[in-house]
């Protein structure tokens, strides 16, 4: 069992946005190719200034054959900081807070007298997506107090999303924190290839999250330019308007009804589940979840390692051709095959 830090146990490939960490011991990694067969890392600078966007995927996390994978879109002018330092933080936090949740239900429970099987450990057994859930509510609160407490980073008005996804065995945790998405690509009874979206995009125009923020005191309301986009504002001024209803970071706006809790849910994969794909916003703006899947579904046949660059140029495409004067945002996405391929 190992976290995402760099140590001797684990080898990490990394560029300036999208980071690989894989575990060497117990694993045919080849250097990185046995990951890279599964799965695929890629962002993309848009045209609003630097890269906010930053991406990762962990091998061997929590268990021999776990993966950790997420996206995180940053905004503000720190945002491009806040974004990595969730990246690579993140990870090691809430795999540490689950450790001690299980080593706490171990005492409490004295499992140390389940048979070696596991069938009379039940706690262990259905126990795995509320310790996960519970770890991933407290970790991300902890990351966010992590931020505030930096004194050489101003998050005041800067911030981050994230979408992670926590695979165990055939369980799968998916955190939400904001409108970065996760999607599941499956075939259908039918045999056709559907999109299942995983996670709710989070933002101010949700009712509940408007009803949060309006009962904080905080204002949700669109710019006269932006008639389709509700935005969270301060109860009297006009500045630091978020499109989104939970963020890392953005303490000016954490007494208005912004939180850092994620929305956590679980799914079980089955034989017809082939891979998950988070993406940041700026492809989900102009692409839809069946659009995505059918790009993936066309890489795998030619090469999986290609699939989230190809998601983030089809993004690109869309964006040029959807919004011609608009600035391009910066676009991430992660796929990971959940099949075995030859």
């Known amino acids: 069992m190992g976290i995402c830090n760099s140590s001797s146990a684990w080898k990490q490939e990394s560029d300036e946005n999208i980071v690989y960490v894989v575990g060497e011991e117990g694993f045919d990694c080849n250097n990185g190719v046995g990951i890279r067969r599964l799965t695929s890392l890629y962002s993309r600078q848009g045209r609003k200034g630097p890269n906010q966007d930053s991406a990762i995927l962990c091998q061997g996390y929590g268990a021999e054959d776990g993966v950790f994978c997420g996206v995180f879109d940053g905004h503000g002018k720190n945002g491009h900081t806040v974004s990595k330092m969730v990246r690579d933080y993140l990870p090691s936090l809430l795999l540490s807070h689950r450790n001690a949740l299980t080593a706490a239900a171990i005492d409490d429970h004295n499992l140390e007298k389940c048979s070696e099987d596991g069938e009379n450990c039940p706690i262990i057994l259905s126990g795995l997506f509320e310790e996960w859930k519970e770890a991933s509510i407290s970790g991300f609160k902890a990351m966010d107090r992590e931020l505030k407490l930096l004194t050489d980073l101003d998050c005041s008005y800067s911030g981050t999303t994230a979408v992670t996804v926590i695979k165990q065995g055939e369980d799968v945790i998916i955190a939400n924190l904001g409108d970065s998405r996760a999607i599941l690509g499956t075939v259908s009874t039918e045999g056709r290839l559907e999109a299942v979206q995983l996670t709710i995009d989070l933002k101010p ?138």
């Open 205 to 342: 125009s949700v009712p509940q999250e408007a009803e949060r923020i309006r009962s904080s005191n905080g204002r949700v309301l669109a710019m006269e330019d932006e008639p389709s986009i509700q935005r969270i504002w301060m109860p009297n001024n006009n500045s630091a308007g978020l499109s989104m209803a939970r963020a890392f970071g953005d303490f000016q706006l954490k007494n208005y009804g912004l939180i850092a809790i994620p929305e956590i849910s679980h799914h079980r994969l089955t034989r017809q589940d082939l891979f998950i794909v988070l993406a940041t916003d700026g492809v989900w703006d102009v692409l839809s979840n069946e659009q995505v899947v059918s790009v993936v579904a066309s890489a795998e046949k030619m090469s999986s390692g290609e699939a989230a660059k190809l998601v983030v140029e089809a993004a690109a495409k869309a964006w040029r051709r959807k919004f011609p004067s608009s600035k391009v945002d910066d676009c991430s996405a992660v796929c990971f095959f959940l099949q075995e391929r030859s």
